[in-house]
Every structure is written in C-alpha cells, then in structure tokens.
T-cell receptor
C-alpha cells in the first residue's frame, strides 16, 4: 500500500459527459501528479500540483482540468468525454516538487461508452 | 524532448534464469532514473532509483546502474521467480528541464514460467 488513495475505482459513463476523479496524497506529501495509461499511448504525464498551485503541465487536453485543495487532495475533471478518453488514470504524490520518487495510487479505470 | 526506450516483450523466462531488461534514455538536463513495476490490476510500485551517474539502485534482488556514457539504466536480476511476473517500466525525471512529471518507457511484460 503506497498511502495514495483514489476514488472511484471504476467509472462508466457516456460520451459527452463530465466526471471528477479524486486523489488523496500520502501524508505529508505536497506534490500531486496525474497520469493517463492507455494501450495506445502508454503512461503519459498530465499535470502536477505543488501545495495548491499548478507546477507543470504535460499532455493534458483542454477538456481536462485539475486542482489541489488546501487539505492537499486533488481532483481531475474530465469533460466532453470521448471514447478515446477510456483509460486508467493514476495519481501519484511526492514529498518535493520533483526528482524525488513518486508514489502511485491504485488508479481509476474510466470507461466511456 | 525527453524520452525512454525499453524492450516491450513479452519476455518469457524460466524460473531461476538471469534477467536483463534494457532501458536507454534521452534527456535535456540531469535526470533521475527509476524502475517501476505494475502487477496485474494494480498501480505502479517503485522498484528502485538512481539520481546521478554511476549510482546503483537495488531492491528485492533487482539492480540497475545509471550509465551516463551510454545513457542507459538496464534492469537485472540474477535469479527470477514466478512472482516477478509483471510489467516493468523504466522512467526518468528531468529536474533540469523544468518539468517534474515522469517520462515513461512503454513497459516490458515479463512472464516467468515454473
């Protein structure tokens, strides 16, 4: 158990809908990262937050957004969903802004029908 | 940009065989290097890391040495077990490049047969 929790574990929704994925980092970790894992794209970094502020952006679509709250949990919002957004979404946390090891949650499997 | 290249497999070995999974990287700064393992239906677990050239990371019988001259970080284990069957990801974090998200290889599916 990494100490990173994610909810829900599974999510099934229809095209055009909007969903919110939630992540709670390890106790004491200030950085939260979001990743997407799909068969065709592999594991891709989406976005990082550090202590409530956006720190780095990766291959995140404009339809996707995230935020980190004062209690350090984070939410990833996915809107106008398309079939191609079906994937595993992982959250990770680390103690520092980067370079230190990241600890991953169990993931949320999103299926868009 | 940054990139990580690793053999994709599947790699099938017999129990107690020697394992090598190759990983090479391209980075603009001075990266830290990692190996993560993903068991079926689970998230990624950090297996080992190295933060500078010539560092050797090790854990659970696995080892990898950060080779700057060959830009490589190959994963090795002397005697694999059935329980080592999983997908292994090589990754880098390039703090010098300014972005802190990990760049992953495509993963190597390892199958160990009894």
């Amino acid at each position: 158990d990494s100490g990173v929790t994610q909810t829900p574990k599974h999510l099934i929704t229809a095209t055009g809908q909007r969903v919110t994925l939630r992540c709670s980092p390890r106790s004491g970790d200030l950085s939260v990262y979001w990743y997407q894992q799909s068969l065709d794209q592999g594991l891709q970094f989406l976005i990082q937050y550090y202590n409530g502020e956006e720190r780095a952006k990766g291959n995140i679509l404009e339809r996707f957004s995230a935020q980190q709250f004062p209690d350090l949990h984070s939410e990833l919002n996915l809107s106008s969903l398309e079939l191609g957004d079906s994937a595993l979404y992982f959250c990770a946390s680390s103690a520092d802004r980067g370079g230190y090891e990241q600890y991953f949650g169990p993931g949320t499997r999103l299926t868009v029908t | 940009g940054n990139s990580v290249t690793q053999m994709e497999g599947p790699v099938t070995l017999s129990e107690e065989a020697f394992l090598t999974i190759n990983c090479t990287y391209t980075a603009t700064g001075y990266p830290s290097l990692f190996w993560y393992v993903q068991y079926p239906g689970e998230g990624l677990q950090l297996l080992l890391k190295a933060t500078k050239a010539d560092d050797k990371g090790s854990n659970k019988g696995f080892e990898a040495t950060y080779r700057k001259e060959t830009t490589s970080f190959h994963l090795e284990k002397g005697s694999v077990q059935v329980s080592d069957s999983a997908v292994y990801f090589c990754a880098l974090s390039d703090r010098g490049g300014g972005a802190d998200g990990l760049t992953f290889g495509k993963g190597t599916h390892l199958i160990i047969q009894p």
